[in-house]
């Protein structure tokens, strides 16, 4: 295998434990959580481990400014902008939505790590700007540094492969594993991590946001590039790749009764908080999927907590919570 520049700052092994109040009160298979909520770097979340490799490539590149973009609550542009802060970086996050004079949570938090924000009023402008940003950054004698949305590279999603790698040394038998896909990362290094290290269960992406044609074609491709990684191309196929697409109609961001239901049932039996935008709707999805009894009640699921938490403190959410 090749050596993969990386650094190491993620909170690794994260812990993989039981829900057994959740197990008995849904009455369906076990039900096990992997605690990527807990990979360390301003609260946690799934883009710990895709920055540890793409912070690498950007020291690598002789860069000295992070540029990236994503939703007003962007989960990863407050992790990007963390990481920006503790590896000497500037950065710059451009944002869909309108600024709030008051901002809470990842945007509050975005400032606090000294982040430049630059908001989109429309997200169909989004790509344009930040690429103008880039170039005027270039233009400027930076050497900028564009973390894609997401992470989600194959350089990011190297974090997830070996996080797949990371699961198997934990030896617990699970025929599923269930978790929020978006822009992809995190599932195509699943599924590449799967294939090459050896995974037997099954890996199901619930889709936030994406139609499921749309997404297997995105995470396949994703997948097949970051292979190359590791030394050798495999071809990933959108047959490959498994998700659900039913829990996304509501549209990105959009907080629903499910997802409510999920955050409560996880928080008043577990004490386990998950987050309103992706964790929220990927635990609504596999609660549904255990009430029409698609897993078999012999079965383990190992729900793949991805972060996100501090998006429960935005205004935008907290409101709706109760
Ligand atoms: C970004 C994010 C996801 C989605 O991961 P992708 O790799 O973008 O598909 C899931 N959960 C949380 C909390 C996130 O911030």
New binding site residues.
């Given amino acids: 295998m090749k050596n993969i520049p990386r650094l190491n700052f993620a909170h690794l092994p994260t812990h993989v434990e039981e829900l057994p109040r959740l197990t008995t009160l849904l009455n369906g298979p076990r039900i096990l959580v992997k605690r990527d909520?807990q990979t360390g770097l301003a609260f946690g979340?799934?883009?710990t481990r895709?920055l540890e490799f793409l912070i690498a490539e950007a020291q690598e590149q002789g860069a000295d400014l992070l540029i990236s973009g994503g939703a007003l609550q962007?989960?990863?542009c407050r992790?990007t902008a963390a990481a920006a802060a503790r590896y000497g970086f500037d950065c710059t996050l451009v944002l869909t939505g309108d600024a709030p004079s008051q901002p809470s949570a990842n945007l509050l938090l975005d400032q606090m790590f000294g982040a430049e924000i630059v908001t989109v009023a429309d997200r169909k402008d989004r790509d344009r700007i930040l690429q103008k940003t880039f170039d005027n950054a270039l233009k400027a004698d930076r050497k900028p540094y564009l973390v894609p949305?997401?992470?989600?590279s194959p350089t990011?999603?190297m974090g997830?492969a070996f996080a797949m790698q990371e699961f198997i040394n934990q030896h617990f038998k699970v025929d599923w594993i269930v978790?929020?896909?978006?822009?992809?990362?995190?599932?195509?290094?699943l599924v590449l991590g799967q294939r090459v290290f050896g995974f037997k269960g099954k890996v199901l992406?619930i889709s936030?946001d994406e139609p499921e044609a749309q997404l297997k074609a995105h995470v396949s491709a994703l997948a097949s590039q970051a292979s190359e990684k590791l030394g050798e191309r495999i071809n990933f196929t959108p047959d490959d790749v498994l998700a659900n697409e039913e829990y996304c109609q509501a549209g990105y961001g959009v907080f629903g009764e499910g997802e409510r239901e999920a955050i409560k049932l996880f928080a008043s039996n577990e004490g386990l908080l998950l987050?309103p935008?992706?964790?929220g709707r990927?635990a609504a999805g596999m609660i549904d999927l255990i009430r029409k009894g698609f897993f078999k009640k012999n079965e383990t699921v190992l729900f793949w907590h991805?972060?996100?938490?501090p998006?429960l403190f935005a205004d935008k959410y907290s409101q709706d919570l109760l």
């Avoid at 949305?149 to 989600?152: A, L, R």
């Avoid at 978790?179 to 290094?189: D, I, P």
């Avoid at 991805?306 to 938490?309: D, I, L």
């Fill in positions: 909520d979340g799934n883009k895709k962007s989960n990863h992790q949305y997401g992470g989600s990011g999603a997830y978790f929020g896909t978006s822009s992809g990362g995190t599932h195509a290094g992406g936030i987050d935008v992706y964790t990927a991805t972060g996100g938490q998006a």
